[in-house]
């Protein structure tokens, strides 16, 4: 085996071996920055939510509540305001979505699904948690999902969801008796929902690794070629040039020329000590020849 082949042998293996490592470390990486970049997204509504909620609570609903003997506004439902203001959003960006996740809501549109009311459950096990994180498969790919517990924690809320006969006479008219009552004070009743795709991110982080790992991979191989160019001219070159020089010089053949002795490189002191070797080997020969 040559020492150019032993060389590119050991060359590759540490390549493949950097080359692997350092594909995984940048995927990890680079997917932990496209999920951080979702929940930013998934953190913006849910804050835009709660904005819209406490606007509506401090400047909406004081202004509207004196009518609500002559007429229901839902205007004036913190929840409707939110789910009402992030569906402007949805309609452009379709595979977001917001929604307030009932167990018993008063707005059936308001009704969790299964894996909400999962939710629900969860922060009513556990009622120390105020939010959960996680990932779901749907029929669009995969999503991130930030939701936080709906909870009556303002006895005023109970006006309109003890029973139906405390409730406004128009709130009942339009909704009915049947759904959005027999809530409690500080009863987790539902969840704040948000989900993001994340489609979009993690196919820009697979695209960022393919574009990396290709540049890393001609990176390797301009300077694989430089290096080989290198090896043959400064090594492999001067050493097959005294390996032929050896073999003349073994069979008597003194009349090849000596090497050049500038340089202080390996190789250089290589070739100067070969000429004295060369030069010795002559004049033992030229005496043997004298002596006989």
Not at 41 to 49: K, S
Not at 213 to 228: D, K, P, R, T, Y
Not at 251 to 259: H, L
Not at 260 to 287: C, H, T, Y
Request: glycine content about 4%; proline content about 5%.
């Amino acid at each position: 085996m040559g020492l150019r082949l032993k060389f590119n042998l050991v060359l590759i293996v540490v390549f493949l071996a950097g080359f692997a490592a350092a594909g995984f470390i940048s995927r990890q990486l680079l997917q932990e920055n496209a999920r951080d970049e979702v929940l930013r997204n998934a953190r913006l509504m849910m804050d835009t939510a709660l904005a819209v909620r406490s606007y509506t609570v401090d400047q909406i609903k004081p202004h509207l509540d004196p009518r609500l003997e002559e007429v229901f506004l839902p205007q004036t439902v913190p929840a409707f305001a939110a789910t009402e203001t992030l569906a402007h959003i949805q309609k452009k960006y379709r595979d977001y979505a917001y929604k307030e996740a009932t167990l018993n809501p008063t707005n059936p549109r308001d009704r969790s699904t299964d894996w909400e009311s999962d939710l629900v459950q969860q922060f009513r096990q556990n009622p120390d948690t105020k939010e959960l994180v996680s990932e779901r498969e749907s029929a669009t790919g995969r999503l991130l999902y930030i939701s936080k517990p709906i909870q009556i924690t303002n006895p005023a809320c109970l006006r309109c969801h003890s029973v139906p006969s405390a409730a406004p006479a128009t709130m009942v008219k339009i909704y009915g008796e049947a759904n959005g009552f027999g809530w409690k004070h500080n009863e987790i009743i539902g969840a704040q929902v948000v989900t993001v795709p994340m489609q979009i991110p993690i196919a820009n982080a697979n695209r960022a690794l393919k574009t990396f790992m290709a540049s890393l991979a001609g990176v390797f191989l301009v300077f694989f070629i430089v290096l080989n160019v290198m090896l043959s001219w400064f090594i492999i070159r001067p050493i097959r040039r005294m390996s032929v020089a050896a073999d003349q010089v073994s069979t008597g053949n003194f009349e090849v020329p000596e090497f050049a002795e500038g340089g202080k490189d390996e190789v250089a002191i290589l070739g100067s000590s070969f000429n004295r070797l060369r030069r010795s080997i002559e004049k033992a020969m030229q005496m043997i020849e004298r002596g006989a």
